[in-house]
């Protein structure tokens, strides 16, 4: 069977070889899945305006990320159970990441502990955390990601309950009870019963998290604080004042709120509030090396991608997510090369209508 073309390509393989209700747990989104559509949309609505008789000979993609190099200036966004694609799931994410040389972001509902996945890889980690009611066990799994060598805490703030997933109630959903939490489960008190677990944990998650709370895990890391989930220049300018170090623009791939702002909307306004006092990230519909420049152009220092790395581990394991990702940084050369922009830094709000 050939290899796929571009990211679509993977969905469509990813879609045939996946039971319906789990591909309709990667795919879905909330309500009418409004933001879901709206956030490819938004990015290939957006017109290039580019250079010619630039040397172009040479494209530059390697950056920094908090201080850490990267070959391109792209994450892998922190998704739950990656099994469900791959038995080899977040392990096959550290190494293909690792490889690429870009950050995984790894989900506290990850179906590898932290401590798996540090074991596994080379690579620089961030751990994506939801905070807990119970402090203890938020505590605890700072200090686990501190220990594992963990470069950053990417602290989700859009999911103070967990969205209208329709497409899941149709199914019945249910993750198998082979594939564990894998970073709560001494936290929990049911013993093997998993899906008494993540019933658990979906009642874990602090409704009552307040700009405060930053504070207090603050005092409680030394690591840099990202926050995930920010739309507006005046969520983004709280965050900068309680000391982030960077803001990822995302709505949750539309599987939180339906009908709000998709990223590439929201991104300028938050960019420039931020006025480079944090670095700004953003993910939602990023499938192609153009919608990277664009996000770029409106002030990203990176992306983050997250259904279509799934799609690769359920295609090919470790090789789909090696292949994904040097299709997407082949795929932005060529898009700065051809736009006339062969640094990065050169990268910005002229280059779009
Ligand atoms: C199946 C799935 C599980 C996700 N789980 C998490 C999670 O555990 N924590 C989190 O912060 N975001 C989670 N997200 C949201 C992603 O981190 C990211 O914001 C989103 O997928 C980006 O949009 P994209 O899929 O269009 O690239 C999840 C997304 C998907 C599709």
């Given at each position: 069977m050939s290899v796929p073309l571009n990211l679509r390509e993977y969905e469509q393989r990813a879609r045939e070889l996946l039971p319906q209700a789990t591909y309709d747990y990667y795919a879905g989104g909330a309500g009418d899945e409004l933001t879901v559509r709206e956030n490819e949309q938004a990015w290939a609505g957006l017109r290039l305006r580019p250079r010619v008789l630039v040397d172009v000979s040479a494209c530059e993609t390697a950056t920094t990320i908090l201080g850490q190099p990267v070959t391109f200036?792209?994450?892998?966004?922190?998704?739950?159970?990656?099994?469900?694609?791959?038995?080899?799931?977040?392990?096959?994410?550290?190494?293909?990441?690792?490889?690429a040389g870009v950050i995984q972001t790894l989900s506290t509902m990850a179906s590898r502990s932290m401590e798996e996945v540090t074991a596994a890889s080379t690579g620089t980690r961030w751990f994506q955390l939801y905070c807990h009611r119970d402090r203890e066990i938020t505590k605890a799994l700072v200090e686990r990601?501190?220990?594992?060598?963990?470069?950053a805490l990417c602290l989700t703030v859009?999911?103070?309950?967990?969205?209208?997933?329709?497409?899941?109630?149709?199914?019945?959903?249910?993750?198998?009870?082979?594939?564990?939490?894998?970073?709560?489960?001494?936290?929990?008190?049911?013993?093997?019963?998993?899906?008494?677990?993540?019933?658990?944990?979906?009642?874990?998650?602090?409704a009552s998290l307040t700009w405060e709370s930053l504070e207090w895990l603050r005092s409680i890391t030394r690591l840099p604080i990202v926050v995930k989930g920010?739309?507006?220049?005046?969520?983004?300018?709280?965050a900068v004042q309680h000391g982030v170090a960077g803001i990822v623009v995302s709505n949750h791939g539309g599987r939180q709120l339906d009908s709000v702002i998709s990223t590439a909307d929201a991104l300028p306004e938050i960019a420039t509030a931020v006025q480079g006092q944090a670095e700004v990230y953003v993910d939602?519909?990023?499938?192609?090396?153009?919608?990277?420049?664009?996000?770029?152009?409106?002030?990203?220092?990176?992306?983050?991608?997250?259904?279509?790395?799934?799609?690769?581990?359920?295609?090919?394991?470790e090789a789909g997510v090696t292949h994904v990702l040097q299709h997407l940084h082949d795929d932005l050369k060529l898009s700065m090369a051809l736009a006339g922009y062969p640094k990065l830094s050169d990268i910005g709000p002229q280059l779009i209508c």
């Open positions: 200036p792209l994450l892998t966004a922190p998704c739950a159970f990656n099994q469900l694609a791959h038995p080899d799931g977040e392990l096959a994410v550290a190494c293909a990441t690792a490889a990601a501190e220990a594992a060598g963990f470069a859009d999911v103070p309950a967990t969205g209208n997933r329709e497409r899941d109630f149709r199914n019945n959903f249910q993750v198998p009870a082979h594939i564990p939490l894998a970073n709560l489960v001494q936290y929990l008190p049911f013993g093997q019963d998993e899906m008494a677990l993540h019933y658990y944990a979906s009642k874990q998650f602090d920010v739309l507006t220049a005046e969520d983004a300018l709280l939602g519909g990023i499938r192609r090396g153009t919608d990277i420049l664009k996000a770029l152009a409106l002030g990203a220092r990176a992306v983050l991608i997250g259904r279509p790395y799934l799609w690769a581990l359920a295609v090919n394991g």
